[in-house]
């Protein structure tokens, strides 16, 4: 609950939750669990029956450890809430997720920057899905038109058999800044992993993604995708890798940059490997300018040029 | 409605299109029938105004305005749109989006009515993206029915019965009939003969120019005879080029 002393802060939260696209009803709503950390202050933290949130506030930060017990299957999203409202601030993020078998659930991340003109915001998550569990995580950031921040997202996790691990990293409000994101899934037997990336990279932002999955198990299956937009000066690196360790397991790594500007750069790194018979990974990367037939079919429609290759970007992050 | 006068267009000093002369009525369904490499495609592209194509010479008149110099927003403004012979897949735009963004700013119902003209249930594909997930039989169907949400004043129609199963076909052709019965004109590219069943007039395309023009059944059998069996193809030697293409231009 919150406590008056930090009122204030609280509403300044929601109110640039609400503006980045959040819904500032969820986390009023007693069924939801939810947290909200501003800085390294705990401004509001609430579970639900079957959902454990335990925090501690940190000196940079806040370490956060979120249990979902086994079998439960719970109903509404839980919300977190990340941001530093300053121009400038450190935040580090200590996140401890355990799925327990047959749970499922659904995690909705807003991080917040809306003022950074120099920001690190650091989180580095360690996360188990139990046997035959179910995690979608969604975590989209809001990054204002200063570009000052420093994002360094990092994440380790486990998806034991027949789990299921999906992720997905928007990035499409304001500048990047600096971004160097790293997220790695081990998959056991006939588990499931989706890494999804989707950023726009603008000014000069620099951009380097690395999604690694390793299919450790019979019959496990992982995604690595990733789709970047790039305009003015902005840099992007992305690599992709997929291992596939196990008999039947199957991986993609799916990359696409488009480069919208004379001079954005984008790299694709795509690694497969298998190191066994039965196991098959596969990958496609496509760089370059938005594609001109996309471009004329909508023109054929009506659309003017740049009206169609915003809606083309658009869809690419959509 | 759309006049074709000498139309030339070279690619790396090949002729393409050679002299073609084409003229498209208001309310017509005009088929323009071709084997493959004949020109067809490029003539919908040259009229469009896609694929950095522009004419090497002649004009091509559209309610009797010069288009040549056009965008293809523009033209498309002007009321000409093209279905693609292979239209493009767009991620994250759904079949919603595409068929809304005409200027007409159709509702869902008359949407769902598009749709289901060229037989797709609206509830199974409204909220598909128009990606790699559709079948090439899908997406073909998906840009007849844009067309059909956009009602432009000029509709072609580049080999729309490609990729498209034979039990698909009557439905196809009855949701053309049905696109220039509310008012569009129809130009109609195709190697089909059974396809131009449903023109007023068709012309023949050989070697970058239009051979003969005539009804549909007359220039089926003639294409057929002629056209078909020819070993020759777009190097015509049963007349003179210049002698078909006059004669063309006469019944044009």
């Known amino acids: 609950m919150v406590s008056g002393s930090i009122e204030k802060e609280y ?4 109110e640039a939750y609400e503006k980045a696209g959040g819904d500032k009803d969820s986390l009023a709503d007693k069924d939801t669990a939810k947290i909200v950390i501003h800085e390294n202050k705990v401004l509001s933290s609430d579970g639900v029956s079957g959902i454990k949130i335990e925090t501690k506030e940190l000196e940079n930060g806040v370490d956060v450890r979120l249990i979902i017990e086994e079998g439960v299957k719970v109903k509404k999203p839980v919300h977190l809430c990340f941001g530093v409202l300053p121009e400038e601030g450190l935040q580090e993020i200590i996140l401890k997720v355990d799925a327990r078998d047959n749970s499922e659930v659904s995690v909705i991340a807003h991080c917040i920057f809306p003022n950074a003109v120099k920001v690190i915001h650091k989180m580095d998550a360690d996360i188990e899905i139990g046997i035959n569990a179910k995690f979608d995580y969604k975590e989209t950031h809001y990054h204002g038109e200063f570009g000052g921040i420093e994002l360094i997202p990092k994440a380790k996790i486990k998806v034991n058999k027949g789990g299921v691990w999906q992720s997905t990293f928007a990035l499409s409000e304001g500048l990047v800044g600096k971004m160097d994101y790293d997220f790695e899934v081990f998959c056991q037997e006939d588990s ?13 932002d620099d951009i380097k993604i690395l999604e690694k999955i390793h299919l450790d198990g019979a019959g496990a299956r992982g995604l690595a995708k990733s789709r970047l937009v790039l305009g003015g000066k902005a840099r992007a690196e992305v690599r992709g890798e997929t291992y596939g360790n196990a008999p039947h397991s199957r991986g993609h790594v799916d990359c696409i940059e488009l480069v919208n500007g004379s001079e954005a750069r984008a790299t694709a790194v795509p690694i497969v490997s298998v190191t066994d018979e ?5 990958h496609e990367a496509a760089i370059g300018s938005v594609d001109r037939r996309q471009v004329e079919t909508l023109m054929a429609r009506g659309l003017d040029e740049d009206r169609a290759v915003d809606i083309i970007v658009k869809g ?3 | 409605m759309l006049q074709v006068d000498e139309l030339f267009l070279k690619l790396d000093g090949k002729p393409i299109i050679n002299g073609m002369n084409l003229q498209v009525k208001k309310g017509e369904i005009h088929g323009v029938l071709g084997e493959n ?18 004419p090497t010479g002649g004009k091509i008149l559209f309610e009797g305005q010069d288009i040549g110099e056009m965008s293809v927003s523009q033209r498309a403004q002007e009321g000409i749109s093209l279905a693609w012979q292979e239209p493009a897949r767009i991620e994250g735009l759904t079949v919603m989006d595409y068929l809304s963004l005409s200027g007409r700013n159709p509702g869902i119902k008359r949407i769902s009515e598009c749709l289901e003209m060229v037989g797709m249930e609206p509830r199974r594909y409204l909220d598909r993206d128009i990606d790699n997930t559709l079948s090439g039989g899908e997406r073909k169907r998906i840009e007849l029915a844009s067309i059909m949400a956009m009602q432009p004043k000029l509709a072609i129609l580049d080999e729309p019965d490609s990729g498209i199963d034979i039990v698909s076909l009557p439905i196809l052709l009855s949701s053309m009939m049905e696109l220039n019965k509310q008012g569009s004109s129809i130009l109609l590219i195709t190697h089909s003969e059974q396809m131009v069943e449903i023109a007023d007039r068709v012309s023949v395309l050989c070697a970058g120019s239009i051979l003969k023009t005539g009804p549909p059944e007359e220039m089926s059998t003639w294409f057929k005879e002629n056209c078909q069996s020819c070993v020759h193809i777009n190097e015509p030697v049963f007349e003179s080029l210049s002698e078909l293409i006059r004669k063309g231009k006469n019944s044009g």
Do not use: C, D, W
């Open chain 1, 11 to 14: 509403a300044g939260m929601v």
């Open chain 1, 316 to 318: 690419i992050l959509r």
């Open chain 2, 37 to 54: 490499g004949t020109g067809k495609t490029t003539l919908a592209y040259l009229i469009m105004g896609v694929n950095n194509y522009k």
């Open chain 1, 278 to 282: 039965t196991a098959k990974v596969t």
């Open chain 1, 192 to 204: 499931v992993a989706e890494l999804i990336v989707k950023v726009y990279g603008k000014g000069n």
